[in-house]
C-alpha cells in the first residue's frame, strides 16, 4: 500500500447492513462486491460488512461441512482479489477453517490481500445461538492496522460480555472499534444495544460502530439499526431499521481521537410499528427465500387470520396472496361480512369453500365407532381438521405455501388444533400475544409501514376488533367461554413465559389462584403441539422454539 493511499485526518467508513442468504455464498459475494461497488462510488475508504455474511447468519450445521467452508474461503479470497483495485478495503465476516477449529472470524482485506484474521472468542450459547456447538473460541485479539489506522474488531457477542475484549483492543492501541453484528430483533433491542455499546465506550473512551445484519432468517428477524457512539458518549450516527441500506460516514482525527464528522439520523419505529414492520420483514424473506411464488390462508372473519392477510398483502403484494373463506353450519354472515369486507379492503383474491359435505363424510364414517358418545371436542376439531386439509390440498394443487395463523396465547394453551389451523408453512403471528395482535391491527388500520405493497386505509375491518374472538365451532362459542380474558391471560402467560415467574409471584399481581395453576397447567400440556407447529417470526425475548425448550415429558407443577 503506497504512502498516498494512508489515512490522514478523515476515514470515510461504510456500513453496509444487507441481507444475506444462508448457504448462498455465490449471491452473498455478490452483495459484498455491489456493496463494494457502492461504497466506492460514495468515496469511501472502507466497508465495514456483518457478522458471517459470506456464509449468512445463522449458517448452524452447515459449518460443519468441509466443502462449505472451502467455498466461504473461496469466496473471502475473491473479495480479497478485487481490494488491489485501490479502492474500499472491506471487513467481512464467514466461517474459516483454522488449526484449532473452525471458527467465527472476520477478514480484514485490502490491497488485494487478506491483512488479518479474527476470530471470535466469546461464543453465545443460550437462547437462539448455539455457536459452541459448531465453533472454537479464538485468541485474544490486538488491532489491525488499517492504512495507518489501527482498527479493532471486537464481534458481536464480545461486546455483551466482560471478557475484556474492547479493553484489550483499547491497551494494545486500537483507535476505534468496528464491530461486526448478528444481533436479532425482539422488541425493545436498539435501546438494549445502545445501553451495550455505551457501557464499551465508557470503559475504553473509544468510538464504536455497531454494523447488524438485516433480513429474516428462518424464525428470527435482524433488523439492521446500524448505529455509532463517539468517544464522548454521544450518538454518533443511527441508521434504519428493517431497510436494507448503505450509509457512508465520515470520521475525522481530533486531538480527543477520532470522531464522526457525518452519518444518518434515520427515525427508530416505536413498539407496534417496529412488531408489526419485523413481521412483514420476516414473513417477506421466508416465504421469498425458500422459492414459494405465492400465499394461500383461511380467512375466518377473525383477527387472527385478518391480520396475517394484511401482513402477507404487505409483504408480498396483493397478487400473491389468496385467502379462501371455509363456512360451515356455525359460521355467522357476521364472519361471512367481515371476511369478505377484509379481501376486499386488502385487495386480494377471495374464495369460498364450503365444508359441509366432507365434515359430514366424516362424521359418517365415524358413526358407528362415535355411537353411544356425546358430540363434543373431537366433533369441533373434524371442522378445523378439514379445513386444514381443504388448505394443503390447495397447497398441493397451486404450490401455494399454507399461512397458520394461531398467535402466541392460543399456542401457549394448547387452543389450537394439530393437522388443522396448525396447517401451514409459517406463521407471522406465532410470537405475539392475542392482545398484541389487537394492538397492531389498529396500528396497520392507521398507518402504511415503509417498503409494504399493501393498500392504505382501513384493511382489517372495524366490527373484527370490536367483536368478541370465536372459533365459531359450535353455537354462540367465544374463546372467554374456556379461558381467562384475554389481558388477564396474557399477562400470566407472560409471567410463565418471558420472565419464568413462580406461581406465588404471580398470584402476588393480583391474579386468582386457582387461574394461574390452570394456565400453568396447560402451558405445559401443549408443549407436543408446540414441537409440531410451522415456525414463525421471533417478536418477544423468549419465543416458542429457540429461546424457551421445554420437555414434552413433564410432570412439574409449580404447588
Known amino acids: 500500500m503506497s504512502e498516498a493511499k494512508k489515512i490522514s485526518d478523515v476515514l470515510r467508513i461504510a456500513v453496509a447492513q444487507f441481507n444475506p442468504v444462508v448457504g448462498d455464498v455465490a449471491g452473498n459475494l455478490a452483495k459484498a462486491r455491489a456493496a463494494r461497488a457502492d461504497a466506492a462510488g460514495q ?7 456483518t457478522e458471517l455474511f459470506i456464509s ?13 467452508l472451502k467455498a466461504c474461503l473461496q469466496a473471502v479470497e475473491a473479495l480479497a482479489a478485487d481490494t ?21 472470524s472476520v477478514a480484514i482485506l485490502d490491497g488485494g490481500k487478506i491483512l488479518a484474521f479474527r476470530d471470535k472468542i466469546d461464543l453465545p450459547n443460550y437462547g437462539e445461538f448455539d455457536e459452541k456447538r459448531v465453533f472454537t473460541e479464538g485468541e485474544m485479539p490486538g488491532p489491525v492496522n488499517f492504512r495507518g489506522v489501527r482498527i479493532g474488531v471486537p464481534i458481536c457477542e464480545e461486546i455483551w460480555n466482560d471478557l475484556g475484549v474492547c479493553e484489550t483492543l483499547a491497551e494494545t492501541g486500537a483507535e476505534i472499534l468496528l464491530v461486526p453484528n448478528g444481533s436479532p430483533y425482539y ?66 482525527r481530533t486531538a480527543d481521537g477520532w470522531r464522526c464528522d457525518q452519518g444518518p439520523m434515520s427515525r427508530i419505529p416505536e413498539r407496534e410499528e417496529a412488531d408489526y414492520r419485523a413481521c412483514v420483514l420476516g414473513f417477506r424473506d421466508y416465504v421469498n427465500k425458500n422459492g414459494f411464488k405465492s400465499v394461500v390462508l383461511g380467512l375466518s372473519g377473525g383477527i387472527d387470520s385478518a391480520i396475517c392477510a394484511s401482513i402477507a398483502v ?26 369478505e369486507a377484509c379481501a376486499k379492503a386488502l385487495g386480494c383474491h ?22 353411544g358418545t356425546e358430540s363434543g371436542i373431537t366433533e369441533e376439531n373434524l371442522q378445523s381438521r378439514t379445513r386444514g386439509t381443504i388448505l394443503m390440498a390447495i ?6 405455501m399454507v399461512v397458520t395463523t394461531g398467535n402466541k396465547s392460543e399456542m401457549s394453551v394448547g387452543y389450537a388444533t394439530l393437522y388443522g389451523d396448525m396447517n401451514g408453512g409459517f406463521n407471522p403471528i406465532k410470537d405475539l400475544y392475542k392482545m398484541q395482535v389487537y394492538a397492531l391491527s389498529a396500528w396497520r388500520n392507521a398507518n402504511v409501514p415503509p417498503g409494504a405493497l399493501g393498500p392504505s386505509g382501513e384493511v382489517i375491518p372495524a366490527n373484527i376488533l370490536s367483536k368478541a374472538p370465536s372459533a365459531e365451532l359450535r353455537p354462540n362459542q367465544t374463546d372467554q367461554d374456556s379461558l381467562p380474558p384475554y389481558p388477564v391471560l396474557d399477562d400470566i402467560l407472560e409471567c410463565l413465559v418471558e420472565k419464568e415467574m413462580g406461581v406465588d ?21 401443549a408443549e407436543y403441539k408446540r414441537r409440531q407447529s410451522a415456525p414463525g417470526v421471533k417478536i418477544t425475548k423468549k419465543n416458542f422454539g429457540r429461546d424457551r425448550r421445554y420437555p414434552i415429558t413433564n410432570r412439574f407443577r409449580d404447588r
Open 314 to 339: 404487505d409483504a408480498l403484494g396483493e397478487e400473491r396472496v389468496r385467502t379462501i373463506m371455509l363456512p360451515y353450519r356455525y359460521t355467522s354472515q357476521e364472519s361471512f361480512a367481515d371476511a
Open 43 to 49: 468515496g469511501a475508504d472502507l466497508l465495514l460488512l
Open 187 to 252: 422488541r425493545g433491542k436498539v435501546d438494549v444495544r445502545h445501553q451495550v455499546a455505551l457501557r464499551q465506550v465508557i470503559e475504553t473512551g473509544l468510538p464504536l460502530i455497531f454494523a447488524n445484519q438485516l433480513g429474516g432468517q428462518d424464525e428470527l428477524v435482524f433488523d439492521g439499526a446500524s448505529f455509532a457512539f463517539n468517544g464522548d458518549k454521544s450518538l454518533a450516527f443511527q441508521m434504519s431499521q428493517f431497510e436494507e441500506t448503505l450509509s457512508v460516514t465520515t470520521w475525522k
Open 84 to 104: 488491489a483495485d485501490g479502492g474500499p478495503g472491506v471487513i467481512v465476516g464467514f466461517p474459516r477453517q483454522g488449526e484449532a477449529g473452525r471458527h467465527n
Open 505 to 525: 409471584e404471580i398470584v402476588a399481581r393480583g391474579h386468582d389462584i386457582a387461574t394461574v395453576h390452570r394456565v400453568e397447567h396447560l402451558l405445559y400440556l
Open 56 to 68: 449468512g447468519y445463522p449458517p448452524e450445521d452447515l459449518v460443519l461441512k468441509p466443502s462449505f
Open 395 to 400: 397447497s398441493n394443487k397451486f404450490g401455494s
Open 350 to 371: 377471495y374464495d369460498i369453500v364450503p365444508i359441509q359435505d366432507p365434515v359430514e363424510g366424516f362424521l359418517s364414517s365415524l358413526s358407528d365407532m362415535f355411537e
